[in-house]
């Protein structure tokens, strides 16, 4: 995903803390937990899934939309408009 | 929403539409229908809803992003993906 | 929606708001409105459709389960907690 | 999660499944994959995100509210036609 290189870091923490979350949920499917508390988590999960993707699309425009040298000052603006759209859907 | 043109009527068209759905929904609420029937048709706008922000922001990438004169070949293919994902994200 | 005549005048009203704000959206379509403020119409289109969806899914659990004279307290103690599941899967 | 006994197993297995797809996304994100490769695997882990959601909240609803002994025929209507809703919105 070379072009990611300098937030390649953060986006590996988030994909990892999820994956943590995730044992977390396997865990207490495991054991005795009570199914509330499990759907709470999952719904925790579904955030950090979210917020994940956001990060991930948002990059996607930023590198090869906003950052692309050929790239007009419409097509940056329109680019930018799309990340705040992203943003606004994928709470 | 100038550049729209050619695609306004279908978009107007969807709006209507769901306004049409929701008015069905009002008259549901005042009239003595079950609930769960009333469920099912919020259920049925929400997809409704779903294909009306998809094709936008579809369009808004055709027209800002891929129609653009200026755009390079890696611009029109990075918005083809824009594309793509909004179209998984947003079913 | 029998049940739901005390809460009947407040779903009712969130409908009307709702079309209201499509018909603001079909009017920045026909007229020559920005692409971007369209989309941000429509997101907030959004966020109102989720709080009827999830107003409309906890009263028919209000009315349905917890109230249902013969419910035990486990029932209405489970009901309440897919009240809470609801609400944050469709914030 | 007593009362998942009989379905944990298949519940269990879909968390590990998720696991693994998110571990992919990792692998991706430390080597040089194509950002779109990766969104798109991010949306498969969505699909199978909220699947797993949405069989959660079902046996909730099958364990806590239908198997109840003491639940009346309608509440157990009632809480057949919430998974329904569940499923529609959680698809």
Do not use: W
Not at 18 to 39: A, H, N, P
Not at 72 to 79: I, L, M, N, V, Y
């Amino acid at each position: 995903m070379g072009h990611l290189s300098k937030d390649n870091k953060k986006l590996i923490a988030r994909v990892r803390r999820l994956k943590g979350q995730l044992e977390g949920v396997e865990r207490m499917l495991t054991s005795d937990t009570d199914c509330y508390e499990i759907l709470q988590n999952v719904a925790a999960c579904r955030g950090a899934f979210n917020a994940l993707t956001r990060q991930l699309i948002h990059e996607h425009i930023e590198h090869h939309l906003i950052e692309e040298p050929t790239a007009s000052d419409a097509t940056r603006t329109a680019s930018k408009e799309m990340q705040a759209i992203i943003d606004s859907f994928l709470k």
